[in-house]
């Protein structure tokens, strides 16, 4: 069974400061992809990144950063220079590959609450 | 090209009512899914179609829920009765048949009061 770990359900930091946020994933599978979503306060899941399993590069996109480690299980999330507009919940996941390409079911963590204070 | 469209954005029910929503999924996308969050948890898995046929549903909560998607493109998931446990957020999601592109709607919110 897959299981997606987030154990800080509610992060506040003042503007401008940096912030990562933890994942912790479980998984049998030998191939399967691993994605961050926000979800601001207007409710929509906004896709941020995704990152198969057998791709360990670390990636940078602006503020943001994500540290995969295989070692560890983990896909640890770095928002840099914080700002205001980042106040939102994040989803950590987690999805097995299908056979015919792509992925199945995606399993959430419970998500962390993001607040920043300007 | 439209994203993946979900109707009514939010629905207040009472307790033994029944409500439908909608999923409309971008063109051509064989896979829709539907998820669901409760107050406070995580994201669940409900269940997936390939065009018409239910794949997966093994997330569906109980016979209560009805999920259809007839002729391959938008899909209902129909709560009756609702009950006040069924309140949450109701995602939408879908993804061509082969490769990659998973969308996700913005959601319905439903309260059962």
């Known amino acids: 069974a897959q299981k997606v770990t987030q154990a800080q359900t509610e992060i506040s930091v003042v503007e401008k400061e940096d912030v990562t946020l933890d994942c912790v994933y479980e998984?049998?599978?030998?191939?399967?992809?691993l994605f961050w979503y926000k979800q601001p306060p207007s409710g929509e899941l906004v896709f941020l990144i995704r990152?198969?399993?057998?791709?360990?590069q670390n990636e940078i996109s602006g503020r943001y950063s994500w540290n995969f480690q295989k070692s560890t299980s983990s896909f640890n999330f770095t928002i840099t220079a914080s700002q205001v507009v980042d106040s939102a919940v994040y989803f950590c996941?987690?999805?097995?590959?299908?056979?015919?390409?792509?992925?199945?079911?995606?399993?959430f963590g419970i998500g962390t609450k993001l607040q920043v204070i300007p | 090209e439209a994203g993946v469209t979900q109707f009514p954005s939010h629905s207040v029910i009472e307790k033994g009512q029944t409500v439908t929503l909608r999923c409309d999924p971008i063109?051509?996308?064989?896979?829709l899914y539907w998820y669901r969050r409760v107050m406070g948890k995580e994201i669940k898995f409900l269940l997936h179609?390939?065009?018409?046929?239910?794949?997966?549903e093994s997330g569906m909560p109980n016979n209560r829920f009805l999920a259809e998607r007839t002729g391959g493109t938008y899909s209902t998931l129909k709560v009756q009765p609702a009950e006040l446990e069924d309140s949450g957020v109701y995602f939408c999601?879908?993804?061509?048949?082969?490769?990659?592109?998973?969308?996700f709607g913005s959601g319905t919110r439903l309260t059962v009061v």
């Open positions: 999601a879908s993804s061509p048949r082969q490769g990659f592109g998973y969308t």
């Open positions: 998984t049998r599978d030998t191939t399967y992809y």
């Open positions: 990152r198969n399993s057998f791709d360990e």
């Open positions: 996941a987690l999805s097995e590959a299908a056979s015919t390409g792509g992925y199945q079911k995606v399993t």
């Open positions: 063109s051509g996308h064989d896979n």
């Open positions: 179609f390939v065009k018409e046929s239910k794949q997966d």
